[in-house]
């Protein structure tokens, strides 16, 4: 059974710091797709990640893709408190058409 | 529209009582999908329709839950005899193709969803 794993789950840090989020997921996928929810709002669609490899920039947010490690990263350079957020991971699962997703993770940068 | 439109978009109501939330996807977008998040979790997959082809229906938690679309546009999903576990808040997605071709799901704002 496709499992998608996030870590860490709860990140609290200051402005001006790098980290990065994980997702770990346990079959083979190679589409990957990262999205953020802001509090009380709906999810807005980040990366899609279609190949080995692929690594996409927006901002201070970098996204990547290892399908042979099943793991996707999301680095967050520089952190503003504007990226305060909960982002989730989900991969495709080749079986079927269904996304699973991770359970996310909750960010808290402080100014 | 712009973006894929959800009704209403609070709906308190009592126990036991049925619902209806409706969802208006994307113009032109095939594929719909209907979620539950419970706060402070994450998505829980409920329904998938892609164009005309038979819904997957495999993430619906009881009988009590049922979904329809006509056609390429509007869908409604109906909870009756609302519990209190369905508390939560009801998201809609579409996109303009199936998951295997990697489109992004573009969400609703949800329907928040209390059960007295």
């Known amino acids: 059974e496709l499992k998608v794993e996030q870590n860490p789950l709860f990140l609290s840090m200051q402005e001006g710091k790098n980290y990065t989020i994980y997702c770990n997921y346990s079959t083979t996928s190679d589409r990957l797709y990262w999205y953020r929810q802001d509090p009380g709002k709906s999810l807005e669609s980040l990366f899609v990640?279609?190949?080995n490899g692929a690594v996409k920039q927006e901002g201070r947010l970098m996204a990547s893709l290892d399908t042979k490690a099943r793991l996707s990263t999301l680095h967050i350079t520089a952190a503003v408190h504007d990226l305060s957020a909960t982002y989730f991971c989900a991969v495709d699962r080749w079986s079927n058409y269904q996304l699973i997703w991770g359970a996310g993770t909750k960010l808290i940068i402080k100014p | 529209g712009a973006g894929v439109s959800q009704s209403p978009s609070n709906k308190v109501t009592e126990k036991g009582k049925d619902v209806e939330l409706r969802c208006d996807p994307i113009s032109g977008h095939t594929a719909l999908y209907w979620y539950r998040q419970r706060l402070g979790q994450g998505l829980e997959f409920l329904i998938y329709?892609?164009?005309?082809?038979?819904?997957?229906k495999s993430g619906l938690p009881s009988d009590r839950f049922s979904a329809e679309r006509t056609g390429e546009s509007v869908s409604t999903l109906t909870i009756q005899r609302t519990q209190q576990e369905d508390s939560a808040v009801y998201l809609c997605?579409?996109?303009?193709?199936?998951?295997?071709?990697?489109?992004?799901?573009?969400f609703g704002d949800g329907t928040r969803l209390s059960i007295l």
């Open positions: 329709f892609q164009g005309n082809s038979a819904p997957d």
């Open positions: 990640l279609l190949s």
């Open positions: 997605a579409s996109s303009s193709g199936g998951q295997g071709e990697g489109q992004p799901q573009h």
